[in-house]
T-cell receptor
Framework: GQNIDQPTEMTATEGAIVQINCTYQ??????LFWYQQHAGEAPTFLSY??LDGLEEKGRFSSFLSRSKGYSYLLLKELQMKDSASYLC??????????WGAGTKLIIKP | GAVVSQHPSRVICKSGTSVKIECRSL??????MFWYRQFPKQSLMLMAT?????????EQGVEKDKFLINHASLTLSTLTVTSAHPEDSSFYIC???????????FGPGTRLTVT
């Protein structure tokens, strides 16, 4: 079956670094997406990885290991506005997104 | 990134009535549009995938006669919730795809409340 696992909730301190992990098992693989979703709003795109390695984009970085079925999203210099849910999604062989349940990130001052 | 609009953003309707939600891609031609539903504190659930000019493909458990999807043009798709019931109250989100990078561009969502 197809499955995406990520932690339900994480807490971090403003200014710190946090890593959100995601493991996936999908029928075929056409890339791994990370989205940010604030409460009551639609998801917004953060990153897309299809090759192994680290992609850095400002304060956010995303890593992929295809052999391990593993990805993480790294958030640096955390700000209060980063409090949100972070959704991991794997694109399968039919180019459909298989969604994780999301990780609720709570930032404390 | 591309811009996708959704209308209305919020709608309250009475049980038994029908509601139409529009999804428009404003600055690109979306060959594929996706409709999602999200209940509180849950992940996105794909309801159906529609390609322009053809019938939508519904996910298992989604009633195609209840959730009517029309994708008549490359910039517009509509979802009609027919004979709505309180259990249909949810956050409905569309996304448009078909770009080179496989990214899906999300609309802002429509919050439906059925009383």
């Amino acid at each position: 079956g197809q499955n995406i696992d990520q932690p339900t909730e994480m807490t971090a301190t403003e200014g710190a670094i946090v890593q959100i992990n995601c493991t996936y098992q999908t029928s075929g693989f056409n890339g791994l997406f990370w989205y940010q979703q604030h409460a009551g709003e639609a998801p917004t795109f953060l990153s897309y990885n299809v090759l192994d390695g680290l992609e850095e984009k400002g304060r956010f970085s995303s890593f992929l290991s295809r052999s391990k079925g593993y990805s993480y999203l790294l958030l640096k210099e955390l700000q209060m506005k980063d409090s949100a849910s972070y959704l991991c999604a794997s694109m399968d062989s039919n180019y459909q997104l298989i969604w994780g349940a999301g990780t609720k990130l709570i930032i404390k001052p | 990134g591309a811009v996708v609009s959704q209308h209305p953003s919020r709608v309250i309707c009475k049980s038994g009535t029908s509601v139409k939600i529009e999804c428009r891609s404003l600055d690109f031609q979306a060959t594929t549009m996706f409709w999602y539903r999200q209940f509180p504190k849950q992940s996105l659930m794909l309801m159906a995938t529609s390609n322009e000019g053809s019938k939508a493909t519904y996910e298992q458990g989604v009633e195609k006669d209840k959730f009517l999807i029309n994708h008549a043009s490359l910039t517009l798709s509509t979802l009609t919730v027919t004979s709505a019931h309180p259990e249909d109250s949810s956050f409905y989100i569309c996304s448009a795809g078909g770009g080179f990078d496989y990214e899906q561009y999300f609309g802002p969502g429509t919050r439906l409340t059925v009383t």
